[in-house]
Every structure is written in C-alpha cells, then in structure tokens.
C-alpha cells in the first residue's frame, strides 16, 4: 500500500492522527502542538521519552480534530522543526 493509499484510508476511517519522526530531542509536546496548529487544530500530541533517562526517545504522535487539519499537514512534503526534517506517516489508532 503506498502512503498515500495509506494516508487516504486513514482519514476514511476518521482517524487524524500522525506519527512523526525525527524529533530534535529538544523538542516538547507544546512545541510540537505549537509547530503543527499551523495547519488546523490540534487536538493532541504526545512526545515519547525514554522511562529511564527522561530524554526524548526522537518521535511522537499528533492528533488533528479537523480531517482539514491532518490533510495539510500531511500535503506539505517538508517539515523543518529546529533544523531536523521531520518523517510524517500516518499512524493506527
């Protein structure tokens, strides 16, 4: 499946959610919500850190409540967040 054929069935089943990789490890849940509510509301985000060290594990999830929202965001192919580009894939609920 391509990830466009991906990135469709994803918003068909309602879901506006987003897997993002390459997060600079400096980056925070606000500061990823903050980049992203550029392209429609955010209803969430959520950055992984490691349990032991406390330190960004370098991805996260972001949940648009708009399919709008989620559409632009995964219609501009680049995404720079503090010099790293970012890896955008749709993600399971």
């Given at each position: 499946?391509?990830?466009t ?12 959610k ?25 209803h ?50």
């Open positions: 499946m391509s990830s054929t991906a990135a469709a069935s994803t918003i068909a089943r309602g879901v506006q987003l897997f993002i990789g390459n997060l600079p490890w400096t980056v925070s849940t606000k500061e990823l919500k903050s980049y992203f509510s550029k392209y429609g509301h955010v969430s985000t959520n950055v992984i850190y490691d349990k032991t060290t406390g330190i960004s594990r370098g991805y996260g999830f972001i949940v648009f409540s708009t399919r709008e929202g989620y559409t632009n965001a995964t219609n501009n192919r680049l995404h720079v967040l503090e010099g790293r580009v970012l890896d955008l894939q749709p993600a399971s609920s």
